[in-house]
Structure formats: C-alpha cells, structure tokens
C-alpha cells in the first residue's frame, strides 16, 4: 500500500540526529608469534656480531696406550664468527589541528589513535619481514639495509622441494634461499615434519614450536602423532568438538603447533626460540617532527635485526604448496 498524500516521513524531515557507534570495530590481526616467543637483546652498531662453536664428532677409537706421552697435538677448531646488519622501519602520521580539535566517535585523540595503529602495523611488518625469503644487506646512500630474515640463515636441517636450494654463506645471509618453482611445491606430510625435527635434535637442538601458515596448520592438526584431547559431553548441554593440533608429540619431545598469519604458506619452520632473538640498535620511539604548518606530525621508528644465535637450532620444510589435504 501507499503511503497517504502529504504524510511527513523521515525522507522529508530535517535535523535527525545521526546514531554512530562509539566504538571502533578492528579486526585486523595483531599477533606477532614469532617476536613474542624468541628473545630480546640491544647492539650497539649497524652490523651486529656473535660467535658460535661446536664439539668434535665423537668417535669410538679413543682408547690409548697406558703410560703414553703425547707427541703431536690435535689442532684446535676456531669459532665461526657470524653477523647480520640492522634495518631502520618506520610509520608515519601528520593530522590537521583542526581534526585534533573536533569531537570525534570512538576516540578522542585522533593523533594517539592513529600512532597505536601504526604501532601495530610496524610490528606486523617486522614479523613479516622476519619470516620472509630476505638477504641482508649493508645498504648505501641510495639503498635501505636489510636484516637477514630467518629463511636467509637457515642451511643445515632442511627439507626442500626439485629445484629447491638452501642459502650458502659464511658469515653473513647476503642471499636467500632458493625457491623452488611453483610445479616442484609438495603437499605437507608427516613423513616430511619428522625428518625435519630429527635433523634438528641430531644436530644437538631441542625443538619446542612448529610454526605454519593457516592452510599448513590444519593439515598438521590430522596428522597422527598429534596428542589425543577429549571433552567429556555431560547431560543435554552443547558439547565441545577439538578440531585443532596444539602438541605434536614426535619421538624427540613434544612440540608446539603454532600458526602465523604473516609468513609464507610455502614454509613450515621448526624451532628452537631460545637460540633466536631480535635485536635493536633503536628501540621502538615516538619522534615529534618539526611543526611547518597546522598540523601535528610524528614519526614511529625502529632499528633492528634479526640474530640466529645459531642456524643448526631450527629447520625449515621447504617449497609446500597451499591445498587442504
């Protein structure tokens, strides 16, 4: 039916007031797995440096003759000597004095509002950059330095696809691995973790955390070594179902399945967090920038770096591709 000639509607009428909520929904993920679980630590210049060592083999034959003298010595092993640079990552903001001034739903600084966004979105991008396939690099005038990400380092306990190829160096990352293209990616497997995690404990590591992308995580939780969880389901209340691998149990310790949504879902690391740490030449600041105007300017910046205390601690399952098995 129609509406009666001449009634006076909401169409027509002038001086409604708007209903907006008082709260701002976000619900970009925060979570930065990786830079919460492995350590901290200050340097003090651009390149950064540590020192790592290793025992002998051992052997079988090292049995000697009673009263033996020693007449040649063996020679003694020097420590490898490894560094990686810091990289400087910042955000950005400049808001009018007017919009500082005004009153606004949801917040009440529109300066301190934007700065937490920004500060979020920094360490979003430093784990990202963490977990991505980067080269470190010294940088010049006209180029950024970059830190060594972790693929970058990771050489000895690996599982790679055809056509896939670990980074070689020395003491600096300069070069990331090899990806192999996109016809040589395999699916994830439990016969492909285990190798992994046996790499890492032969070489002396204590694996503690599988981290994967979302796609990757769920093929994890249907493997079968994941440990059993039941919920007994009483009377006629809703029950509740466990659909996820929150511990691995592999024949080397129990291991924990955390995902990442900032890293590559070609990759599947495994890790030992306390031979890992990020490291800062300049820690998280708020610099005020020089006012030229009306308007409020800042800056958030960062310099860090990325520090492996030693590669043999961890492993990476290499080339997957992202299909749901």
Do not use: C
Request: hydrophobic share 40%; net charge neutral.
């Amino acid at each position: 039916m129609a509406a009666i000639t001449n009634t006076y509607t909401r169409f027509d009428a002038k001086g409604v007031r708007e209903d907006l909520s008082n709260v701002i929904y976000q619900i970009s993920p925060e979570e930065t797995p990786f830079m919460s679980n492995v350590g901290r630590e200050n340097v003090k210049n651009t390149y950064f440096e540590w020192q790592t060592d290793e025992l002998a083999a051992a052997v079988t034959t090292n049995a000697q003759i009673e009263g033996d003298d020693i007449t040649s010595f063996t020679a003694a092993t020097p420590t490898v000597r490894l560094g990686n640079y810091t990289q400087i990552s910042r955000k950005d903001v400049i808001i009018s004095g007017t919009l500082e001034s005004v009153d606004k739903a949801g917040r009440r600084s529109e300066l301190s509002y934007q700065m937490a966004k920004k500060s979020a979105e920094l360490k979003r991008d430093m784990e990202a950059t963490i977990l991505a396939n980067q080269a470190a690099s010294a940088g010049s005038t006209s180029a950024a330095r970059a830190t060594g990400a972790l693929l970058a380092f990771l050489k000895s306990n690996t599982n790679k696809g055809t056509g896939g190829g670990d980074p070689t160096y020395t003491t600096t990352p300069t070069a990331g691995r090899t990806d192999a293209t996109a016809g040589d990616l395999r699916s994830f497997s439990e016969a492909l973790l285990k190798d992994v995690i046996q790499q890492v404990w032969t070489e002396g590591g204590s694996p503690s955390m599988v981290m994967a992308g979302p796609v990757n995580k769920q093929n994890l939780s249907q493997m079968a070594g994941i440990a059993g969880q039941r919920f007994n389901a009483t009377g006629a209340k809703p029950s509740t179902v466990i659909g996820a691998a929150d511990i691995y149990v592999s024949d080397f310790g129990n291991v924990t399945i955390v995902p990442n949504r900032f890293q590559r879902e070609r990759d599947v690391f495994v890790l030992d967090p306390q031979y890992a740490s990020v490291a800062y030449l300049r820690p998280f600041q708020t610099v005020e920038l020089a006012k030229t105007g009306d308007a409020e300017k800042r800056m958030l910046l960062v310099e860090w770096g990325l520090k492996v205390n030693t590669e043999k601690a961890h492993g990476v399952i290499a080339d997957l591709n992202s299909v749901l098995q």
